[in-house]
């Protein structure tokens, strides 16, 4: 698992599976039982809630690779291609 330092100071746990091209991110160390909710307007992103308080602690990201390469993609294309007028 790795550990990122957000902009805020908090840090959060990431671990990637490159079997099923699944993120998992949490926000806290000790998680209990939790349920998720898709985020509208993103495909394959869900957030992970604790099942007794509602709080959001993680995401899960599904089709990573996919998501990167088209971000990828996009952000290049219009960086290299001439606008249309």
Do not use: C, W
């Amino acid at each position: 698992m790795g550990e990122l330092v957000l902009s805020n100071g908090e840090r959060v746990d990431y671990e990637y599976d490159a079997a099923q091209d699944m993120l998992f991110v949490l926000f806290r160390e000790q998680v209990g039982p939790t349920h998720y909710q898709d985020v509208a307007g993103l495909a394959g992103v869900m957030l992970r809630y604790d099942n007794s308080t509602d709080e959001i602690v993680g995401i899960t990201v599904h089709n990573v690779q996919r998501k990167l390469m088209q971000k990828l993609i996009a952000e290049i294309g219009d960086q290299v291609l001439p606008r249309a007028a």
